[in-house]
């Protein structure tokens, strides 16, 4: 017995296949399993489904397990991706903050430095021209 769960707009078929074989001319028949209604709502659900509509939804659910895995890999990619990209960002970013100066209150410390160093050159060079 072959248990199927489809989901349809938001709805859920739950199908239960059996497989028989007649033996007085060796035809296989699939049939939909049906349980006995207990009452009036069980026999409101159960449905028939043809032999032949079955190897569809079947294939639809064995397509639909190999989109899961396949969509499971591609999120686990996605992930390693933006990490590895993050970390990309991190270093560049780094690379271009060296390549400036550094930081921004570095650069000023620097420049107010050498502003300082300037000031104090030229007072003295113009107090000994005096």
């Known amino acids: 017995m072959c248990k199927c769960l489809f989901l349809y707009e938001n709805v859920q078929i739950l199908i239960f296949v059996q497989i028989r074989t007649n033996v007085k001319n060796d035809v296989n028949s ?11 709502k069980q ?13 569809p939804l079947y ?9 899961q ?4 890999a591609a999120q686990a990619d996605l992930t390693d991706e933006k990490t590895k990209t993050a970390a990309l960002t991190k270093q560049r970013n780094h690379a271009l903050q060296i390549a400036r100066g ?4 570095r650069r000023i410390g620097r420049a107010a430095k050498w502003f300082l160093i300037g000031a104090a050159a030229g007072a003295i060079a113009a107090k000994s021209a005096h």
């Not at 699939?30 to 009036?40: F, G, I, S, V």
Request: a negative charge; aromatic letters at 8%; one cysteine or more.
């Open 59 to 67: 294939d639809f659910t064995i397509d639909c397990k190999a989109c």
């Open 30 to 40: 699939q049939y939909l399993n049906p349980k006995p209604a207990d009452n009036a």
């Open 102 to 105: 550094g930081s921004p209150f």
């Open 43 to 55: 026999a409101e659900t159960q449905a028939v489904i043809p032999g032949e509509d079955l190897k």
């Open 69 to 72: 895995s396949k969509l499971t």
